[in-house]
């Protein structure tokens, strides 16, 4: 067994940066209330003639940077009834079940899958990575010398994201603070196939550095579907790195423009929550889900219809008013919000051992995991408001897309006339066969190329 999960000492912020609480306090004065507490959306706009459909960002009340740093929790948060999680170890797995996953994730079985909802203080459960030295070394999913390194290196928080497949464009990260800069690393992940791209474009260069991302490039990959891979960092980030405290994951087309303290501490600390994800924008039941991503093709549809079908055996209802104060089963599942911490990387394990037994469609197992833990423990999930998440997060298109879309028009030449000369002034023209001097030369005005991009007010 690898990959002990048990309570550890944690990194601090510096001495200068810790507070308690959410309260400001002035000399002997009452404390202040936290400036967000008062904060309510305003009202909706007017309607305007031209109709913009879609989901839109809304307003989110963050803290500034220094207060959202002084905010982090100085102790991690407690986990319910698991205080010990280790994970299964097996030099050669063996399938003994006809949908048990695969060789990466250990093929688990049936029995051992209702194990590991079986809460106790100490659990062993499948967890991907099940061969190998450790996680990222000969057990699929590798990584070079110096990568393992940085892997085991401590931190308070870490961003991350992947792009395999060559999939997407990354996105750089704006509005970052220069603490986060200096004590923030981004990851991202990135596959063969994407780092020939990138070489070969001259993105990724010897430092495997692009902007503040920090370039991991992943080998021996365990799917042939690059997007089953990405769910590996996206859902084991806490068995890549066994020593961060806190993560914000985000998906390779999104570009973070929020401080990572100012997300961490919106969506978990002021919440006092340890795990947070954004709500789909539209549905919030998993059939619905489910027949969507039927009529988009977003996945085989006997498999998809074979997933729901297990599911509804085992007692998936459609959603309904009697999970309040639940009020989605389906989230938008590109941003992930997480503490370490035993009980939420159980979650993890447990939902990647479902993307791996059956689709890799996340926001179709979501709740069945969710659920089953949250009927064994005092335990719950942060499910925010989507137009939230699209505060902090823009989305770009997927290079496919943005290859197949026409070029920009060309810009607008704006010529400048002179104004006419007001009634009654009289323009006075060089007499015939007078030279003009110097003074009188003409001054002969620009053409002036105007970008709509490029115009400030």
Not at 383 to 404: G, K, P, S, T, W
Request: overall charge positive; glycine content about 6%.
């Amino acid at each position: 067994m690898k990959g002990k999960d048990a309570n550890r000492a944690l990194l601090t912020p510096p001495p200068h940066l810790h507070t308690e609480s959410f309260t400001v306090v002035h000399g002997n004065s009452p404390p202040l209330a936290h400036q967000c507490e008062n904060f309510a959306f305003p009202p909706p706009p007017p309607p305007s003639g031209r109709k913009r459909s879609g989901p839109r960002p809304c307003p989110v009340c963050y803290l500034p940077v220094e207060q959202a740093i002084a905010s982090m929790p100085s102790s991690s948060s407690e986990s319910p009834v698991l205080h010990n999680l280790t994970y299964v170890y097996d030099e050669n797995p063996t399938r003994t079940e006809p949908h048990g996953g695969s060789e990466f994730g250990g093929f688990p079985t049936l029995r051992q899958r209702n194990d590991s909802y079986d809460i106790k203080e100490f659990m062993t459960v499948h967890c991907g990575f099940v061969k190998g030295n450790k996680p990222g070394d000969q057990s699929g999913f590798d990584v070079d010398e110096a990568d393992l390194v940085e892997l085991e290196t401590s931190h308070e928080i870490i961003v991350a994201s992947a792009v395999f497949g060559n999939y997407d464009i990354i996105q750089q990260p704006t509005n970052i603070s220069e603490f986060s800069r200096k004590n923030v690393p981004f990851y991202m992940f990135i596959d063969e196939e994407t780092e020939a791209y990138m070489k070969n474009s001259s993105v990724l260069g010897n430092s495997r550095k692009v902007g503040l991302w920090r370039v991991i490039v992943v080998r021996n990959v365990p799917y042939t579907d690059a997007r089953r891979n990405g769910k590996i960092p996206k859902l084991l980030l806490h068995r890549l790195f066994p020593n961060v405290r806190y993560s914000i994951w985000i998906d390779g087309k999104l570009q973070l423009v929020v401080d990572p303290y100012q997300v961490l501490e919106r969506f978990l600390w002021r919440q006092n929550a340890n795990f947070a994800i954004s709500k789909h924008y539209r549905r919030y039941d998993v059939f619905e889900e489910a027949e969507a991503n039927r009529a988009a093709g977003k996945y085989d549809n006997s498999s998809i219809n074979e997933q729901v079908d297990f599911y509804i055996k085992e007692g998936l209802q459609p959603y309904s008013e009697a999970k309040l104060p639940i009020t989605s089963d389906v989230p938008e599942g590109c941003v992930i919000i997480k503490e370490h911490i035993p009980i939420t990387n159980l979650f993890t394990c447990n939902w990647f051992n479902e993307v791996d037994r059956f689709t890799s469609r996340d926001q179709l197992s979501f709740s069945t995991v969710r659920d089953k833990i949250m009927g064994k423990v005092d335990w719950s999930i942060n499910m925010f408001l989507d137009c939230e998440r699209r505060n902090f997060v823009i989305q770009a298109y997927h290079r496919e897309l943005l290859e197949q879309m026409p070029p920009p028009p060309p810009p607008r030449v704006v010529i400048r006339r002179t104004p006419a000369l007001p009634r009654g002034i009289i323009s006075v023209k060089t007499p015939p066969g007078k030279k003009r001097g110097r003074g009188d030369k003409k001054r002969h005005r620009k053409v002036v190329a105007v970008s709509r991009d490029n115009m400030q007010f």
